[in-house]
C-alpha cells in the first residue's frame, strides 16, 4: 500500500534522504537542473517550501512504510486553476515494479480532486522518453516541443516536451488508468 507525507513533516534525516535521491544519477538524469544540490541549496528549498504552503507542495512516498520517492505541485494557482506537477522514484531497488505509473496516478488524483486544480502541466525532456510514455500513458497529451532548449550533461542540444492534462479528462479516464497501475488489485 502507498501512502504519503509532506516533506515538511518528516524527520530531517528522511529530508536529506530526498536530496541524496535528487543527486542519484538515475534521477538527476531526467531533472531540467541536472545540478549538485548541497545540503545548503536543500535547507534553502525546504525553507522556501515553508513559506509557500499552498503553492508548492512535496510529498514522499512510501511503499508499506518505506519511502521511495516524491510527487510534487508547483505553482498551484487557483486563479487559474492549473499547477506544475512532477514525480519520481528515488530509491534504485523501487525500479520495475510498476509503481511510476501509480506515482502518476496519486499525483493527477491530488492535483484534480484534493487541491480541485483543472490543468496539470510538466516537462519532460526529450532524452527521457521511458517518462513521457509513462505521462502519455496516464492520459497528459503534448502540448508543444521546444527544440534544441537546454544542454545535457554530455554538452549535447536536447529539447523540452510541454505535456498536460485537464480534469475533465481525468475524470472520465482514471478508472481505466488505475486498472494500468494496478491500483485496488
Partial sequence: MLTYKNILEVSEELQEKVRLWRGNPRVKAGMLDPSDISKERHGRWLESLAKKIGTNEVRI????????????????????????????????????RGLGLRLIYDLLQWGFVEVGVNKMYSTVRSDNLKVLNYDLHAGYYIEGFLKDHMRA?????????????????????????????????
Avoid: H
Avoid at 508499506?64 to 519520481?88: E, H, N, Q, W
Fill in 61 to 96: 512516498a512510501f511503499s508499506d512504510g518505506v519511502p521511495f520517492g516524491v510527487i510534487t505541485l508547483r505553482d498551484i494557482k487557483m486563479d487559474v486553476s492549473s499547477c506544475d506537477s512532477g514525480a519520481y522514484i528515488g530509491e534504485n531497488a523501487f525500479e520495475g
Fill in 153 to 185: 550533461e554530455d554538452g549535447e542540444r536536447i529539447g523540452i516536451y510541454l505535456i498536460a492534462q485537464f480534469q475533465d479528462e481525468w475524470l472520465k479516464n482514471r478508472e481505466k488508468i488505475a486498472s494500468w497501475a494496478k491500483i485496488g488489485n
